[in-house]
């Protein structure tokens, strides 16, 4: 669901967040046009836990930085656009040494959007763009209807370029997660 009647915050996200009434409810920004998330189906919730699984052991392992499940990230200086992907890593580099109670003032080296029924590619696509404008490094689109996955990087140039995975194929973590691999086979056999 997505709410065109004004120009939405961050501030108004938080506020609507913690209402009494809105707390299963969940909320992102892009550039201020306020949008809803819906709770995860069953498909959904398993492969962002799996992923956040082998992530979060990959980046323990060798004390790289922090794997999160649906936190807000938002822009430094940027108030009107705020994204929750399913799960993100965030290196030390770029990321706070203690969990913050807001939402991250950066964005994720790494987000993962798995592709729900009650959005379509194109608005997940819109996602990812929004992410590597914002200074992610890769950003990965699983889609378990079609057993695929994209993932999406800057060119040189900044425009955003995508590759298409199939299920025999795998996702890495490139510059954002040095020596991640990821076989989509793992993730669509659950």
Excluded at 73 to 101: I, K, M, N, Q
């Amino acid at each position: 669901m997505v709410s065109r009647e004004r120009e939405y915050t961050i501030d108004d996200v938080w506020q609507l967040e913690c209402q009494p009434m809105n707390m299963a409810e969940k909320y992102y920004l892009i550039d201020g046009e306020l949008c809803t998330k819906m709770a995860p189906n069953h498909v959904h919730g398993s492969i962002a836990s799996e992923i956040a699984r082998l992530m979060g052991n990959h980046v323990v392992e060798r004390e790289l930085g922090r794997v999160t499940i649906e936190v807000g990230y938002h822009p430094a200086g940027d108030r009107r656009t705020v994204l929750l992907p399913d799960v993100a890593f965030e290196s030390w580099a770029r990321a706070a040494r203690t969990p913050l109670p807001t939402y991250a003032p950066y964005m994720p080296d790494l987000a993962v959007e798995v592709v729900s029924a009650s959005q379509t590619l194109a608005q997940t696509r819109r996602k990812a763009a929004v992410y590597l404008r914002h200074g992610t490094l890769i950003v990965w689109l699983i889609d378990p209807e079609r057993n695929t996955a994209e993932s999406w990087t800057s060119a040189d140039d900044g425009a955003a370029r995508s590759e298409s995975i199939d299920l025999d194929g795998e996702l890495g973590g490139g510059a954002a997660l040095p020596g991640f691999r990821l076989p989509l086979r793992r993730l669509f056999s659950l």
